[in-house]
Every structure is written in structure tokens, then in C-alpha cells.
């Protein structure tokens, strides 16, 4: 009977309602993901529909794309206006954060020891990523800086790191490595080998929470609305911090 078991999409599970996405590129104009406000827009209404409750915008900062938080802040008061300028009594909005993702490479040290960063959830959290193909080459030594800094390190979607292995997950996940599950990642929208991976780590409880990290507003659509989620995987999800 498994080929016709019922297939669920992630905004008609309830995996968003009351939820967070701790991981998107909302933020218009300043990195590869929204150029434009009205699409930020757009996805904030596919949230409003879905029952999400916080939407964490949170823009690339790396060498190659050298955001300062200063200037991040005050774009996001821009979407903030203009979001809250279509407020009506009748529709419920979803509430806006701004963090970041901090890419960890020369400038993330750099700013590390010199910049207040911008965290996410309870204000500790630090959302970090590395190369999909190679790790830095001091990368533990990174996470325990993070963490001296006072700060909660939170892995952005290990699952789509080639150079990872099941031994690697474990051992970052027992070091206190908060893990991030990208949600397109378990429709397959990265590939076989990623969706594979997040099961084994969502089947064993390793992943903190998940992000759309929704970059265009097609891409927000097909991972809200494609129906290709088992009933088992949707009972793993609903574990997750939300």
C-alpha cells in the first residue's frame, strides 16, 4: 500500500502555523536572493496564508558580499514600513526579525572580535554557513570562538555539505552545533544526496530547526505547496523548535 500513502506539502501539514522560518533572503536588494520590495512582499503574503508567525530575514555577509549591519538595519526598517503600511484589521501579520548569515571566512573573523553581530531567536543565536564544497580550514577553532564570544552557533543547512559525513553531523551535533534543516532539502530541490542526508538527520533528532531560505517567490511556492512529504517525515518536522 506505500505507493499511494497520503502525501502532505508544508503549509497544509500546520508545520508553519504559529512557526518560524529562522532562514531567508527576504531582505530586497541586498545579496542573490529578493531584488525587489514587492516581491519580499509577495513572499510575506505566502507566509500570511501558510499561519506563520515569525519571518527571520537573513542576508548573506561574506568577503564576496560585505554587507555591514548598519546598513542592513536600515533596510529593514524600509520593508518594515512598507510592510506594515498594508496592515489591515482584518488580516494578521507575520512579525519581522532581522539577523544574518554569516559566511565563516576572513571577514566573519575579522568581524567576530570587532562588530556586534546580528543573531536570531532569543538574541544569542549566530547563523553560520561554509562552502557547500569545502569546510575552512580552522573551522572548529571558529565554532569555539563563537561560542566564547557568548554566542550559539547554528549551522545554516549541513545537509547540502558535500564534504560531510555521518561521522561529521554526529560530532558537531554532540560539540553543542545547533544544525538548521533547509526545508527545500527534503522535496529534493537540491539534489538526492541532500534530501537523504536531512532524513537521516531529521529521523534522528539532530536538526535544531528549519528555514525556507527562500531566495524568489516561485521557489517560497514550490516548497510550501508541493505535495511530497510523508506522514512520518511530518511528525519528525513538528518536533522541531517552531
Not at 529562522?22 to 500570511?48: N, Y
Not at 555577509?61 to 538595519?73: A, G, T, V, W
Not at 488580516?91 to 544574518?100: E, I, M, N
Not at 529534493?188 to 531566495?215: I, P
Amino acid at each position: 500500500m506505500w505507493p499511494f500513502s497520503k502525501k502532505y506539502s508544508i503549509s497544509g501539514c500546520g508545520l508553519l502555523e504559529e512557526g518560524t522560518d529562522c532562514h531567508s533572503h527576504l531582505l530586497w536588494g541586498v545579496d542573490d536572493g529578493i531584488k525587489v520590495p514587492e516581491d519580499t512582499l509577495a513572499c510575506l503574503h505566502l507566509m500570511e496564508e501558510a499561519g506563520l508567525q515569525h519571518q527571520w530575514l537573513t542576508p548573506h555577509i561574506m568577503e564576496d558580499i560585505p554587507n555591514r549591519e548598519e546598513d542592513l538595519k536600515a533596510r529593514f526598517a524600509e520593508i518594515c514600513a512598507a510592510y506594515a503600511a498594508e496592515a489591515a484589521p482584518e488580516k494578521r501579520q507575520v512579525t519581522l526579525h532581522l539577523g544574518a548569515e554569516y559566511m565563516m571566512d576572513n571577514l566573519f573573523s575579522e568581524r567576530l572580535e570587532t562588530t556586534p553581530l546580528l543573531t536570531t531567536f532569543e538574541g544569542e543565536t549566530l547563523l553560520v554557513e561554509t562552502s557547500t564544497v569545502f569546510p575552512p580550514l580552522n573551522m572548529d577553532e571558529i565554532f569555539q570562538r563563537i561560542q566564547q564570544k557568548g554566542y550559539r552557533p547554528m549551522l545554516a543547512h549541513p545537509e547540502r555539505y558535500i564534504y560531510m559525513k555521518e561521522s561529521d553531523y554526529k560530532d558537531l551535533y554532540y560539540k553543542g552545533i545547533l544544525l538548521q534543516l533547509n526545508l527545500p532539502s527534503l522535496l529534493g530541490s537540491y539534489g538526492e544526496m541532500e534530501k537523504a542526508k536531512a532524513e537521516w538527520m531529521l529521523e534522528r533528532g539532530m536538526y535544531y530547526t528549519f528555514g525556507t531560505d527562500t531566495h524568489r517567490v516561485k521557489q517560497l511556492e514550490n516548497t510550501i505547496k508541493n505535495k511530497n512529504l510523508s506522514e512520518k517525515v511530518v511528525g519528525q518536522l513538528l518536533n522541531l523548535k517552531r
